[in-house]
């Protein structure tokens, strides 16, 4: 990795705000030096921010949960028992995908939509358009 990416990109403003003192350029200068200062205290702030304590869940502990994935059509825990009621009551089912479907759902979810929400038919089928 080079020091010019762990800087953020900072070395490169800091050579310019150099040429333009020695260019005489102060106005020009100390414009760049407030852009610098503003740019680190919004980064500042950025890191600080935390997502609204209505959105922020810890995540489960495994006797909280129950992860499943779908083999041979139905779905199975990750031992291969297959799913029943007295397995999942009270308890949060982490839904295991194909690495398809989590390559297909990780492309999806840094193309920047505001919201994922994940659609099933109401048979388990895939709808018919």
Partial sequence: MTSRSKNGGFDEL????????????????LLALVMVAQLLSAQFLLLRLRPPAAQASAAPSSKQRLDVRCAGGEPRTLSGEPLNSELARGKVVV??????????????????AAELVVGMSVDGQPANE
Wanted: aromatic fraction near 8%; proline fraction near 0%; include cysteine.
């Fill in 14 to 29: 800091e050579g310019l705000i150099y040429r333009l003192f020695a260019e005489k350029q102060f106005a020009l200068a």
């Fill in 95 to 112: 839904m295991h995908l194909a690495s398809q479907e989590e390559i297909c759902l990780a492309q999806v979810t840094s193309s920047g």
